[in-house]
């Protein structure tokens, strides 16, 4: 059995940098299976699928060099346009045509607002890899400029790596191009510079930090990551949050913006284990402890629980809320991961509003 120490360590340590935070848990193991991503099959492509900014006015693209191009198109489909382009825009008219193909790959024509916003968290936070690379050369005192592509959509879309502004870009570009109202929001985690998102659904606004939802942690050869909703449609309040990690806004930001209430995710998610389907939103002891008896049962198919624990009578934001359930759950299976909260050995993330992801099995 295999220790599990819960360590914070943050990827951002100027503005330069762009910004993203790694949390996990340091562990001496395989890295667990995730469960998929809530993205639709390939045998289930629309055959023609129709695109929100196909019907929009042209506005073409201006700008003297690649940087200048694709930040124009950027806010030329933040404000409502059909971008155009002419020859000498190569690379900005290969990131919106990669936009165009990711969103004609995921979305069903008959999609809600929430399903496009949802399977654009997903895809992001499942397929971009964050820039390890870029960090270890700002460690190392290396030139980081801010024209290196993972500071910007080509690096997310492109090359399919990015730190956090080219994730938050990325998340706002694809949801402007299905005609969802989408801002970049730009600020400070635990007192690093990061950016997010704010998107509005149902004429309110929720905050979706995509690179906080690809939850890293590291292991014996190197790091490996969960795909998690711990930040997806959040409110103000729950972003800044200090017992999980402090968002805090920065003063530029849009003020008519705020997002007062969470969109509840878990009320309707489930995880499947063996074929029974178990609801996200778990509401006593009993529910956590079949749960995890399943997955014991299950003979490893599962390696990841993400769920919301709303327990009558526990405040979820206490630091000590259901510490002893879920030590109990997970003495009830052979994890490969030690529960010891004494020594630090927590074997899950753990975000606002009672949102845990356990690890059990390698």
């Known amino acids: 059995m295999q220790a599990v120490r ?11 940098f762009g910004c993203a935070l790694l949390t996990g848990c340091s562990l001496f193991s395989k890295p667990t299976p995730d469960l998929p991503a809530h993205l639709i099959a390939e045998s289930e492509v629309e055959a023609q699928p129709i695109r929100a900014v196909s019907a929009r006015e042209p506005k073409a693209v201006t700008g003297e060099g690649k940087r200048e191009q694709i930040d124009a198109m950027l806010e030329i489909v933040a404000e409502g346009y059909r971008p155009t382009f002419d020859e000498a825009m190569a690379t900005a008219q290969q990131v919106y045509d990669k936009a165009i193909a990711i969103l004609d790959r995921y979305m069903l024509n008959d999609f809600s607002e929430y ?3 949802h399977a654009i968290h997903d895809y992001l936070a499942s397929t971009v890899a964050y820039d390890i ?16 592509p993972s500071f910007h959509l080509e690096g997310a879309l492109l090359e399919g790596n990015a730190v956090c502004d080219g994730f938050s870009k990325a998340f706002m570009f694809l949801c402007n191009l299905e005609g969802i109202a989408c801002v970049r929001i730009t600020g400070a985690f635990d007192a690093q510079a990061h950016a997010w998102n704010k998107v509005r659904l149902e004429n309110r ?3 979706v930090d995509v690179t906080m939802d690809k939850g890293y942690y590291s292991i014996r050869k190197g ?7 711990g930040y997806f449609l959040r409110s103000d309040r729950s972003m800044t949050a200090g017992l999980f990690g402090r968002h805090t806004f920065g003063r530029d930001n849009p003020s008519d913006e705020e997002a007062n209430e969470d969109y509840d995710y878990y009320a309707t998610a489930h995880t499947d284990i063996d074929g029974v389907s178990y609801g996200s939103l778990v509401t006593s002891k009993r529910q956590l402890l079949d749960i995890f008896a399943a997955v014991k049962a299950s003979k490893r198919a599962v390696g990841k629980l993400e769920l919301r624990l709303s327990i009558a009578g526990v405040n979820a934001d206490s630091s000590s809320a259901f510490a002893s359930m879920i030590e109990e759950a997970y003495k009830s299976v052979k994890s490969d991961f030690v529960y010891d909260p004494e020594r630090g050995y927590l074997p899950y993330l753990r975000y606002p509003n009672g949102v845990f992801v356990f690890l059990i099995y390698k």
């Open 205 to 207: 606004w929720y905050n």
């Open 133 to 148: 690379a870029l960090y270890e050369k700002y460690l190392a005192h290396e030139d980081v400029t801010d024209e290196h």
């Open 6 to 16: 819960r360590i914070k360590a943050c990827l951002c340590a100027a503005a330069i």
């Open 115 to 117: 399903e496009r916003v």
């Open 223 to 229: 790091t490996t990551f969960v795909l998690h909703h």
